[in-house]
């Protein structure tokens, strides 16, 4: 069965500082796909970024920057210079395909970040 | 274009009282449907998801139950609520775009 750990409940930094989030996923297929979201206070889900994976290369988006290593099954998240409005829960997911057509999403629990000033 | 609608945004009902969200989609056809729950301070745990109309899988077993009465509306219900169905509902699509999935903006459900 699918599943996703995110080791970490609660951090808090200084403004500034950066941040790594972790993800270990496991799954028994090769074809799956992994996300990142944020959730604000507001409750809405807020997508950051998709990977497939068969691609293994870094992204980088402004402050925000994804390491996914499939040899040790990780998909960490790292926010650079972080900002008060990076304040929010994170979740990292995994999706992947089941016999007859269906494609199930699941979370991790979270990890609630607080950037302080 | 695609659009997600999910309501009302917030409920409150009493203990035993039923409930009916609901959830429909707009700009596809035969989505996979999802419903998940975030109870407070806890992560979205998977309630139930739909490739199709009248077929339901259900993640966990409790006080819930999920119909499709149309390709595109997903019901989640109950017959009589307990205080532990509080929580935060959220819909999702498995949209075929760079977001793979689309969620709705949430119902905040308190059990009184």
């Known amino acids: 069965a699918q599943k996703v750990t995110q080791a970490q409940t609660e951090i808090s930094v200084v403004e500034k500082e950066d941040v790594t989030l972790d993800c270990v996923y496991e799954t028994r297929d090769t074809t799956y796909y992994l996300f990142w979201y944020k959730q604000p206070p507001s409750g809405e889900l807020v997508f950051l970024i998709r990977?497939?994976?068969?691609?293994?290369q870094n992204e980088i988006s402004g402050r925000y920057s994804w390491n996914f290593q499939k040899s040790t099954s990780s998909f960490n998240f790292t926010i650079t210079a972080s900002q008060v409005v990076d304040s929010a829960v994170y979740f990292c997911a995994l999706s992947e395909k089941y016999p007859g057509g269906s494609e199930k999403l699941v979370f991790g629990k979270g990890m609630k970040l607080t950037v302080n000033p | 274009s695609q659009t997600i609608h999910q309501w009302p945004a917030t409920l409150v009902q009493p203990v035993g009282s039923p409930l009916s969200l609901e959830c429909t989609v707009e700009?596809?056809?035969?989505?996979?449907l999802y419903w998940y729950r975030q109870a407070a301070g806890r992560g979205l745990q998977l309630l139930f998801y739909?490739?199709?109309?009248?077929?339901i899988s259900s993640e966990v077993p409790q006080n819930l139950s999920a119909s499709r009465p149309q390709d595109r509306q997903f019901i989640l219900s109950s017959k009589k609520l307990l205080l532990s169905d509080s929580g935060f509902y959220l819909c999702?699509?498995?949209?075929?775009?760079?977001?793979?999935?689309?969620f709705g903006s949430g119902t905040r459900l308190t059990v009184v």
């Open positions: 700009g596809t056809s035969n989505p996979n």
């Open positions: 999702a699509w498995r949209s075929w775009g760079r977001k793979g999935y689309t």
């Open positions: 990977r497939n994976s068969f691609d293994e």
């Open positions: 739909s490739v199709g109309i009248g077929q």
